[in-house]
């Protein structure tokens, strides 16, 4: 089946930094890349669609500064947590639909983000 | 708030015990629902899938769902569980073109 890879795996990094998590779809391309946030013991909650060649779509709540996305190419999006505070730490997941078709999602392995 | 709801957080069993997961939407209208499995420390893969058609579906591993319209339930079965079972069990349910929403999660243990 469909691959998608995401980097890193996990980050550790201090209070006000900033991380970036790649998104990569290794063997298809995707126009559409999803941003999933998973807190402990709770479910997976949408962020964001990144688009190919266009602004991100944001969910309501979700901070357009605080999370940029960038969809460079057909491969890859990238989520950059821009001066990250503790708040900020979960579990970051991307997907990808594969075969044109936006009912099959396949997932990456997801990143782990711990802020200090 | 519209939702899905996944009725147990964590579920124990024996080996070739019968599961049974319940999942719950709120949403009206038509809907496309899944069911994804977590392996420890792995990501997420589709177990199956309902669409249209057969409300019954079989999915891989020996697991299916049932889609239920009066009741907006898909609930997840297997006859007979496996230690290898052990995961965590999401339903998701897709409105329109890409709005997937997800259950809170059902973690499964099996003891060999």
Same mark, same amino acid.
């Given at each position: 089946?469909?691959?998608?890879?995401?980097?890193?795996?996990?980050?550790?990094?201090?209070?006000?930094?900033?991380?970036?998590?790649?998104?990569?779809?290794?063997?298809?391309?995707?126009?559409? /890349?999803?941003?999933?946030?998973?807190?402990?013991?709770?479910?997976? /909650?949408? /962020?964001?669609?990144?688009?190919?060649?266009?602004?991100?779509?944001?969910?309501?709540?979700?901070?357009?500064?605080?999370?940029?996305?960038?969809?460079?190419?057909?491969?890859?999006?990238?989520?950059?947590?821009?001066?990250?505070?503790?708040?900020?730490?979960?579990?970051?997941?991307?997907?990808?639909?594969?075969?044109?078709?936006?009912?099959?999602?396949? +997932?990456?392995?997801?990143?782990?983000?711990?802020?200090? | 708030?519209?939702?899905?709801?996944?009725?147990?957080?964590?579920?124990?069993?024996?080996?070739?015990?019968?599961?049974?997961?319940?999942?719950?939407?709120?949403?009206?209208?038509?809907?496309?629902? +899944?069911?994804?499995?977590?392996?420890?420390?792995?990501?997420?893969?589709?177990?199956?899938?309902?669409?249209?058609?057969?409300?019954?579906?079989?999915?891989?591993?020996?697991?299916?769902?049932? +889609?239920?319209?009066?009741?907006?339930? +898909?609930?997840?079965?297997?006859?007979?569980?496996?230690?290898?079972?052990?995961?965590?069990?999401?339903?998701?349910?897709?409105?329109?073109?890409?709005? /997937?929403?997800?259950?809170?999660?059902?973690?499964?243990?099996?003891?060999?």
């Amino acid at each position: 089946g469909a691959v998608v890879s995401q980097h890193p795996s996990w980050v550790i990094c201090k209070s006000g930094t900033s991380v970036k998590i790649e998104c990569r779809s290794l063997d298809f391309q995707a126009t559409t /890349m999803f941003w999933y946030r998973q807190f402990p013991k709770q479910s997976l /909650m949408l /962020m964001a669609t990144s688009n190919e060649g266009s602004k991100a779509t944001y969910e309501q709540g979700v901070e357009k500064d605080k999370f940029l996305i960038n969809h460079a190419s057909l491969t890859l999006s990238t989520l950059t947590v821009t001066s990250a505070h503790p708040e900020d730490s979960s579990f970051y997941i991307c997907s990808a639909p594969a075969g044109g078709t936006k009912e099959t999602q396949y +997932f990456g392995p997801g990143t782990r983000l711990l802020v200090l | 708030a519209q939702s899905v709801s996944q009725h147990n957080h964590h579920v124990i069993l024996s080996e070739a015990a019968s599961l049974e997961l319940g999942c719950n939407y709120s949403y009206g209208g038509t809907v496309n629902l +899944f069911w994804y499995v977590q392996y420890p420390g792995q990501h997420l893969q589709l177990l199956l899938k309902y669409f249209s058609g057969d409300p019954l579906v079989k999915g891989i591993k020996g697991f299916e769902a049932e +889609f239920i319209k009066s009741k907006f339930s +898909f609930n997840l079965r297997k006859p007979s569980v496996q230690w290898s079972d052990t995961a965590e069990y999401f339903c998701a349910v897709l409105r329109g073109n890409n709005d /997937m929403r997800f259950g809170a999660g059902t973690r499964l243990t099996v003891k060999p």
